[in-house]
């Protein structure tokens, strides 16, 4: 009776057990920790200067291009220069940077959005969360399934046409920044 008593709470111990490793598991991917993201991102968002859209991305300018400046639309050719990180929660460490052309629908959902509401020669840092960047399954050997990831982000140019569906406008351009045709010299 002992012995049968003992390996029923063996066995309900073992599962439990079990069950909080795969619990811990779900919580810290490869040793990164997911809840820590989580609330170090709602953290960042009770800092000044900081942005938080519906969509859970937060942002903040750190300079700002003309406000008449062109800003893209999802699938407008643009140069950036990017630096990307982990969360300081999780070590900071940086694992990408350069500076590339891409259009905002080739990149991920964090950066698509960010990108069609700055203006070229505006520079933001992004707080990313997971689901608006790799989500469950990470990138590679450096960005771990669930991370929150930290981007500092410059549009350097915004490509494509000088009117029309490539970019949009905020602000009107102002007569003093239009370019003055010349008049034509006469004979």
Same mark, same amino acid.
């Given at each position: 009776?002992?012995?049968? *008593?003992?390996?029923?709470?063996?066995?309900?111990?073992?599962?439990?057990?079990?069950?909080?490793?795969?619990?811990?598991?779900?919580?810290?991917?490869?040793?990164?920790?997911?809840?820590?993201?989580?609330?170090?991102?709602?953290?960042?968002?009770?800092?000044?200067?900081?942005?938080?859209?519906?969509?859970?991305?937060?942002?903040?300018?750190?300079?700002?291009?003309?406000?008449?400046?062109?800003?893209?639309?999802?699938?407008?050719?643009?140069?950036?220069?990017?630096?990307?990180?982990?969360?300081?929660?999780? =070590?900071?460490?940086?694992?990408?940077?350069?500076?590339?052309?891409?259009?905002?629908?080739?990149?991920?959902?964090?950066?698509?959005e960010?990108?069609?509401?700055?203006?070229?020669?505006?520079?933001?840092?992004?707080?990313?969360?997971?689901?608006?960047?790799?989500?469950?399954? =990470?990138?590679?050997?450096?960005?771990?399934?669930?991370?929150?990831?930290?981007?500092?982000?410059?549009?350097?140019?915004?490509?494509?046409?000088?009117?029309?569906?490539?970019y949009?406008?905020?602000?009107?351009?102002?007569?003093?920044?239009?370019?003055?045709?010349?008049?034509?010299?006469? *004979?």
């Amino acid at each position: 009776m002992h012995s049968v *008593l003992r390996r029923t709470v063996f066995v309900s111990l073992l599962l439990h057990s079990l069950v909080e490793v795969g619990a811990a598991k779900k919580k810290k991917k490869a040793g990164h920790d997911v809840e820590a993201d989580k609330a170090w991102l709602e953290g960042i968002s009770k800092e000044e200067g900081v942005t938080t859209l519906e969509s859970g991305l937060r942002y903040k300018v750190l300079k700002s291009g003309n406000a008449w400046a062109k800003s893209p639309k999802a699938a407008t050719s643009c140069t950036c220069k990017y630096a990307g990180k982990l969360t300081p929660v999780n =070590g900071g460490k940086q694992f990408d940077a350069g500076e590339i052309d891409f259009a905002p629908n080739q990149v991920i959902p964090g950066w698509t959005e960010a990108m069609q509401l700055m203006k070229e020669g505006d520079e933001w840092e992004l707080y990313i969360p997971s689901e608006l960047g790799y989500g469950e399954n =990470g990138a590679g050997a450096d960005i771990p399934g669930g991370a929150a990831l930290v981007f500092t982000m410059e549009i350097k140019k915004v490509h494509g046409k000088k009117s029309g569906v490539d970019y949009k406008r905020f602000e009107p351009i102002p007569d003093e920044k239009k370019k003055k045709k010349m008049p034509k010299a006469e *004979l």
